[in-house]
């Protein structure tokens, strides 16, 4: 455990400058949006400003969204509310939805103020190509040097995979669902 | 879309009993306990009750720590606190630490009011042989069916392996340390 101790804080001395990053958090294992969020929980525990953008939602509101309305109403929360879900089959509104819902995103990676932004979903946008990807890849690069950025999704493909610092893949090794066990509220891993 | 859309539904009607799962979040990569966290917001918006048992810390407070204590002081939280951290070396007082820690899980465990709990870094405590593996997975195999189970850390062992309906591995593919970044404090990734 001392070597052990010893190799962290080496790593941490190694880490040179303090400045925001870029995380992807990828792959086809559940908890990717479920870890974005226990990052909000701990940047509003330092006092830090966060910013939510969410590029899919489901019909229902789901558990981090009301505890956020409810409890953290001043985050700017912005959701691709009456667009894109995974029930829609219209292309060109979803589209249209992703654009608008990017407006609001690109309006957060500008604002120095806010300290951790999350970009839920944001591959997909990039896998369907209802956004452009260079586009985004520019916003993020050219966002405030204190602000981190968390993106989510499977995939990302490889330019966002360079421009990240630190890319974790959330691996689905045993599925509840597989078990045929519903998955409950407030867990539905 | 319209065929993910399918299969994902399906893979939901499959599903046919409602009860609380056991979810195991281990991997060599970063986001583990970010991902419990997220939960334990996601179950805060259903309205469930949730109890956190923490069974490493550092010296330091983090942000998560904070955001509980301040925003949800009502939450059961509890954290082996003068005991085991990455810094000590004293194996007596940690067994000692792990033992009076594993009590308030066994307490939380017999709860059925407590729909979600939380065992962020227990793998550990039975790698290092700080606590009995049998009497852990007893604990949780006899809990209120109600009642779900995240555990993080690495490693975990095939017995809690094969008792987890959940397994979640976080692949840790590419670092911001490695990359001469400090993490920052509300990413510390």
Chains 1, 2 share one sequence.
Request: charged residues 30%; neutral net charge.
């Amino acid at each position: 455990m001392a070597k052990q101790k010893q190799k962290v804080d080496a790593n941490i001395k190694k880490a040179q400058c303090e400045k925001g990053i870029v995380l992807l958090l990828t792959g086809d294992g559940k908890g990717k949006s479920s870890s974005a969020f226990g990052m909000v929980m701990r940047s509003l525990g330092y006092g830090h400003k966060v910013g939510i953008i969410q590029f899919i939602k489901g019909e229902q509101l789901s558990g981090e969204e009301v505890f956020i309305r409810d409890f953290h109403p001043e985050i700017p929360f912005f959701q691709m509310g009456t667009g894109f879900t995974w029930d829609t089959q219209d292309r060109s509104s979803d589209i249209a939805a992703a654009k608008t819902t990017w407006q609001q995103a690109e309006k957060l990676l500008k604002d120095p103020d806010i300290q951790l932004l999350i970009l839920d979903e944001l591959t997909y946008m990039v896998a369907y190509d209802y956004l452009d990807e260079e586009q985004i890849l520019k916003a993020i690069s050219e966002r405030p040097a204190e602000q981190s950025v968390v993106i989510t999704g499977r995939g990302g493909g490889k330019k966002l995979r360079d421009l990240a610092d630190t890319v974790s893949e959330v691996k689905d090794i045993k599925h509840a669902f597989r078990a045929g066990i519903q998955a409950r509220q407030g867990v539905d891993l």
